[in-house]
C-alpha cells in the first residue's frame, strides 16, 4: 500500500510544478495592480518625465518565474513518466492565467500610464484601456485550440502564449531597468503601438502559421539548425541589449520559423 501511495504523490508532482505557475501567475496580476506610485509627468507640458511602477516590474519577473516551472513541469513529468488529460488541461488552464491574463493587466497599465502622460488624461475613458484584454481572450482561444490539437508536439500552429507573455512581460523591467543599447521607453508608453502589438500579438497566436517548439526530436544538426540559430542570438543579444533581448529573440523565434518553416509534427 505504501508503495502504491508514493507512486500516487509522484505522479502529482508534475501537477504541483503546473500549479506553482498559475500560483506565480495570480501573484503577477497582484503586483501589477499595486500601482499607486505612478509618477506620470514633472512638468506643467507633460514632459516625457516618469517612473514606472516598481510592482509592475516585480510583476514581470513573478512572469518569468512562471515561465520557468511551465518549462520545468514537462521534464518533471517525462522524468516521472507521467502523461494525463488532467495534466494536460491543467497546464492550459494555468497558462491562461500567467501568459493571458497577467499580460493582459500589464498592457492594461501600460495603456493608463500612456492616456495619464496626455492633457486631460486623468479623465480619459475605460474603453481606451480595455483593448488590453483582447490579448487575453486570443491567449484562451489560442490555448483551447492548442488542446483540440494533437499535432502540435514538435511544432506549433501560432504563436504559444508563453512567449507572447514574456514579450509582454519584458516592457516594465526595459521601462525600470533599462533597454540596453536602444531607449525605446516613448514606444512601449504610446498608446497607439500597444493598441497595433495587441493586434498583431492576438492574430499571431490564433492563427494557423507554423511556428518551431523548442522541443529536440533528435539530436541532429539538421533537425536543429533553426534551435542552434535561436541559440547563438541570444548567446549575442542578452549580454548587448538586455532585456531589449527579449523582443529581439521574439521577433527571431518567428522569423527562423517561417523561414525554415517548421510544420506541426506529432
Known amino acids: 500500500m505504501e508503495v502504491v501511495a508514493d507512486l500516487t504523490i509522484m505522479k502529482q508532482i508534475p501537477n504541483i510544478f503546473t500549479l506553482l505557475n498559475l500560483f506565480f501567475g495570480c501573484i503577477a496580476i497582484v503586483f501589477a495592480l ?12 507633460f514632459t516625457s ?24 513541469d514537462g521534464f518533471v513529468a517525462r522524468f516521472f513518466k507521467v502523461c494525463s488529460e488532467m495534466g494536460k488541461q491543467l497546464d492550459s488552464l494555468a497558462d491562461v492565467v500567467s501568459f493571458g491574463v497577467a499580460p493582459g493587466v500589464i498592457l492594461y497599465q501600460l495603456l493608463r500610464i500612456s492616456l495619464m502622460r496626455e492633457e486631460n488624461g486623468l479623465d480619459a475613458s475605460l474603453i481606451w484601456l480595455l483593448p488590453a484584454f483582447v490579448l487575453s481572450c486570443a491567449s484562451a ?12 508536439y514538435y511544432g ?3 504563436v504559444p502564449t508563453p512567449a507572447v507573455g514574456l514579450l509582454i512581460a519584458s516592457f516594465p523591467l526595459m521601462l525600470h531597468y533599462g533597454g540596453g ?25 490564433v ?3 507554423p511556428i518551431m517548439a523548442l522541443k529536440f526530436k533528435d539530436y541532429s544538426l ?6 542552434i540559430l ?3 542570438i541570444a548567446l549575442l543579444a542578452i549580454p548587448l541589449l538586455k532585456w531589449l533581448a527579449i523582443p529581439v529573440l521574439f521577433i527571431a523565434y518567428i522569423i527562423l520559423s517561417l523561414l525554415l518553416k517548421n510544420k506541426p509534427t506529432t
Not at 50 to 64: D, G, H, Q, T, V
Not at 222 to 227: A, G, L, Q, V
Open 181 to 205: 543599447l536602444i531607449n525605446i521607453n516613448q514606444l512601449l508608453i504610446n498608446k497607439w503601438f500597444l493598441y497595433i502589438l495587441i493586434i498583431v500579438l492576438s492574430w499571431l497566436m
Open 49 to 72: 518625465s516618469f517612473n514606472i511602477p516598481e510592482k509592475l516590474s516585480y510583476a514581470a519577473l513573478f512572469l518569468f518565474a512562471s515561465a520557468l516551472v511551465d518549462f520545468l
Open 156 to 158: 506549433f500552429k501560432g
Open 207 to 209: 492563427s494557423n502559421l
Open 230 to 232: 535561436l541559440l547563438l
Open 222 to 227: 539538421k533537425n536543429n539548425i533553426p534551435k
Open 34 to 45: 499595486q500601482t499607486e506610485s505612478i509618477v506620470i509627468y514633472t512638468s506643467d507640458e
Open 141 to 152: 482561444y489560442r490555448l483551447a485550440k492548442f488542446n483540440l490539437d494533437t499535432t502540435q
